[in-house]
């Protein structure tokens, strides 16, 4: 079935460092691939999306590119801060009308002044 | 743009009583809500469908007699935890989709934190 593959975390970084989380997926057809974040205590967020190969979405100075060739839609930012630390999740939806998304397991982010 | 609003943010229960999340689309309707329990490790696991005027449609493993899932009309889904035990304790979060197409993104509410003691 459908999956989502996210590099392990936590990844900590210094504040205006260059962040790369890596997501890989395996579906069928066409699926429209998201990034979402979730702040601490809180709920998730959409933080970006592409429903096509070679989109690019970008959001908060954060970017995804959907690669169809590599199964790919990894998360950059070329300076993160403070505020990104959070936990963002790489996610699909499925093929057919109603379904759910299906998520990643999530990467801890830690950005340190 | 679109909020799911979900009630309680906390929870706190005593084991073997009930709990019930209500998760609300605030401006638009969804006919089709999604429950979902976060573990510590963060992974989200899908636990149900919920569809408006219709049974839940459970993932394996999720016992529906355990959690209720009712969507009564096109803004509001609820969520029972019956005989909660501590191993119930998680967090779990709804979410609705705006419209009916699979790049429309979900939309999730802040999340109940449940604790059973």
């Known amino acids: 079935g459908d999956s989502v593959t996210q590099m392990e975390g936590p990844v900590t970084l210094s504040e205006e460092a260059f962040l790369t989380i890596n997501c890989t997926y395996t579906?069928?057809?066409?699926?429209?691939l998201f990034w979402y974040v979730q702040y601490p205590g809180e709920g998730l967020q959409l933080l970006l999306k592409?429903?096509?190969?070679?989109d690019k979405g970008s959001n908060k100075g954060f970017e995804a590119t959907y690669r169809k060739e590599t199964t790919s839609f990894h998360l950059e930012k070329g300076s993160v801060q403070v505020s990104d630390s959070a936990v963002y999740f790489c996610?699909?939806?499925?093929?057919?009308?109603?379904?759910?998304?299906?998520f990643g397991k999530g990467t801890t982010l830690s950005v340190s002044s | 743009g679109a909020v799911v609003s979900q009630h309680p943010s906390r929870v706190i229960c005593k084991s073997g009583t009930s709990v019930k999340i209500e998760c609300r689309s605030l401006?638009?309707?969804?006919?089709?809500m999604f429950w979902y329990r976060q573990f510590p490790k963060k992974s989200l696991m899908l636990m149900a469908t919920?569809?408006?005027?219709?049974?839940?449609?459970?993932e394996q493993g999720v016992e529906k007699d355990k959690f209720l899932i009712n969507h009564a009309s096109l803004t509001l889904s609820t969520l029972t935890v019956t005989s909660a035990h501590p191993e119930d304790s998680s967090f779990y979060i709804c979410?609705?989709?705006?419209?009916?197409?699979?790049?429309?993104?979900?939309?999730f509410g802040n999340g109940t934190r449940l604790t059973v003691t």
């Open positions: 401006d638009f309707q969804a006919t089709t």
């Open positions: 592409a429903t096509k190969a070679d």
């Open positions: 979410s609705a989709r705006v419209g009916g197409h699979l790049d429309s993104p979900l939309h």
């Open positions: 996610a699909l939806s499925g093929n057919q009308a109603g379904t759910a998304l299906i």
């Open positions: 919920s569809n408006e005027g219709s049974k839940a449609t459970y």
């Open positions: 579906a069928t057809g066409y699926p429209s």
